[in-house]
């Protein structure tokens, strides 16, 4: 890495008791290793564990940490992009506060962001986590993302990444959005890469995250390719909708004609193709609402510079 870079290192932390002082230990051995110009920003994220108590322990005795309370439980995107607006390296590094990332290979994603990379993620190629709750899941759910937005990743939801202060520092993320990074950064010419990362089994605490998270992606999925193809010409999104609904129903209707006038048949008692036309239109006017919703919610928050979350207090943060 060349010198005079200064390095942010951003983790979110959540009910981590157990593992945040170990990963923090680590890091610092990585940092004075290798010489590294950093700045530790640990995020919590409403924590009812005794985590404030840790964190504030550490930014006692190192002030190259700088901590941000929360004032309950915002998410993961939330706590990442606090981290974002108060790093102050030109170089921010992302990773988990459970100990599963490897803070070993820091100086790797560093290296390979000197290769003329904007966004380095990480690929946990050899993943300690249960295969059916955690590892097939994201395998679907990296294909699908891949396939959508077309920036092929393995690893999507590896935490661990490398980013240039350039590529971030206007970005605005709501929901769980933070693992679409590399995907909406290459709208703006991002240029974005992976590298295998170690991967670890978690040795204490449990995971904040299961199945129930899937559906929640999949939402974000929908609206990431919506901005990411349509943001500036939504009719050809709604329009050709518009044309293939009303085709399906041009068709239908002919067909129905045809019974009514060839066959003689009544076309009055047949509820099952009401009820499926019904569906197929309420299922694509929830989608339109959902997609009009964020385009508010992003509007109301980027308009009047508000936040998706709000900070109880910090440590080591100039005016704080």
Not at 47 to 75: M, P, Q
Not at 147 to 171: F, M, P, Q
Not at 188 to 212: C, D, F, W
Request: glycine content about 6%; charged content about 30%; overall charge positive.
């Amino acid at each position: 890495m060349k010198e005079g870079h200064k390095i942010s290192i951003v983790i979110p932390v959540y009910n981590e008791e157990e593992n945040i002082e170990r990963v923090y230990n680590e890091i610092r051995e990585v940092v004075e290793r290798e010489k590294l110009n950093v700045e530790i920003i640990l995020v919590n994220d409403g924590s009812t564990d005794n985590t404030e108590e840790i964190l504030n322990r550490i930014a006692e005795k190192d002030k190259r940490v700088r901590v941000i309370h929360f004032r309950r439980n915002f998410g993961q995107t939330a706590a990442i992009m606090a981290g974002f607006e108060m790093a102050e390296g030109d170089i921010i590094i992302t990773m988990d506060g459970d100990g599963q990332d490897d803070p070993n290979e820091i100086p790797r994603l560093l290296a390979k962001l000197e290769e003329r990379y904007d966004i380095v993620s990480g690929w946990r190629k050899n993943r300690k986590d249960n295969f059916i709750k955690r590892v097939l899941p994201s395998r679907i759910a990296n294909w699908i993302i891949s396939t959508v937005t077309g920036v092929k990743l393995h690893d999507y939801g590896c935490s661990l990444k490398a980013y240039r202060r350039s590529i971030i520092e206007n970005l605005i993320l709501y929901g769980e959005q933070h693992r679409f990074i590399p995907a909406i950064a290459s709208e703006i010419g991002a240029k974005v890469t992976e590298i295998p990362v170690n991967h670890r089994p978690r040795i204490a605490g449990k995971s904040k995250y299961g199945l129930s998270r899937i559906f929640k992606v999949i939402m974000d999925l929908i609206v990431i390719k919506f901005f990411l193809d349509y943001k500036t010409k939504p009719m050809r999104l709604f329009g050709g909708l518009g044309f293939i609904i009303s085709s399906i129903g041009s068709i239908i209707l002919l067909y129905l004609i045809y019974l009514k006038i060839l066959k003689g048949e009544s076309i009055g008692t047949r509820p099952l193709l009401t009820l499926s036309v019904l569906f197929i239109l309420s299922g694509l006017h929830f989608i339109t609402i959902g997609i009009l919703l964020e385009v508010i919610i992003r509007t109301h928050y980027e308009t009047k510079d508000k936040k998706p979350y709000i900070i109880k207090y910090t440590k080591n943060v100039q005016n704080e």
